[in-house]
């Protein structure tokens, strides 16, 4: 399967994103935010970073950027896409999952091994897991408090759009715990924990905290594979 890594100026684990891909035994494609050209691939990652460092707002100027239109009619169209972190900011600006991410509520930039419940085991990126499974990956970011009206709170709960909520720790201050979300359809997810920095023993988490090899991450990126070899 080949799958698109958007490359922003600012990006930061474009390069990480594309090996978990590879690692998945999947095919990276890099993609350039200023092109039209989605060069043919089947799914889209729009990795984390700083796009545009983080002005006006963290993934604003980059959800403008030429090459998120195809992206916003790809995901209409049903493709795949994986918003992480910078990427995940990104979708919310979009508009193609809701919400909006703010300042952490601490205000400041954190980095922790992070515990996941997996919430919907049946998106495009997390079928793989099973519902209520617990995982451990990395978490980087400034901006990553996840904030929506009580309304669409509500939707998303009731939904099954919350993917991924924050266990043991809410880091950030995002509301009902919510670390990942995905769109009503599913095939759109966003997530603030760096799931492409788990996919190699002895590279990702500390293995005695993650209760696990440290490689959670990679199930993101078979799960999207693997669906797309039964289809
Ligand atoms: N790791 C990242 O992608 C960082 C995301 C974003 N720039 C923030 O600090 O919130």
């Not at 790809?74 to 909006?100: D, H, K, S, T």
């Amino acid at each position: 399967m080949r799958i698109g890594v958007v490359t922003f100026p600012g990006s930061l684990d474009d390069r990480d994103a594309q090996r978990a891909v590879r690692l998945a035994g999947g095919e990276p494609v890099a993609l350039w935010h200023g092109s039209h050209d989605l060069d043919g691939v089947e799914a889209i990652i729009l990795p984390g970073g700083f796009s545009y460092g983080d002005y006006l707002r963290a993934g604003a100027i980059a959800s403008l950027s030429p090459i998120m239109s195809e992206v916003v009619d790809a995901a209409g169209r049903g493709m795949p896409v994986l918003g992480i972190c910078n990427g995940f900011q990104m979708l919310a600006e979009a508009r193609l999952i809701p919400g909006a991410h703010t300042r952490n509520a601490h205000q400041q930039f954190i980095r922790r091994d992070q515990r996941l419940r997996v919430e919907n085991a049946d998106t495009a990126w997390t079928t793989g897991f099973v519902e209520g499974q617990e995982i451990t990956i990395p978490l980087k970011n400034a901006d990553g408090r996840f904030v929506a009206d009580d309304e669409t709170i509500k939707r998303l709960e009731g939904e099954g759009q919350v993917a991924f909520r924050y266990i043991g720790v809410n880091p950030n201050g995002s509301m009902d715990d919510i670390a990942g979300v995905s769109n009503k359809e599913g095939n759109v997810v966003g997530l603030m924990p760096h799931p492409e920095h788990a996919t190699e023993a002895g590279f990702g988490p500390d293995t005695a905290l993650a209760m696990s090899s440290g490689t959670d991450g990679l199930t993101f990126f078979t799960s999207v594979i693997e669906k797309a070899l039964i289809k």
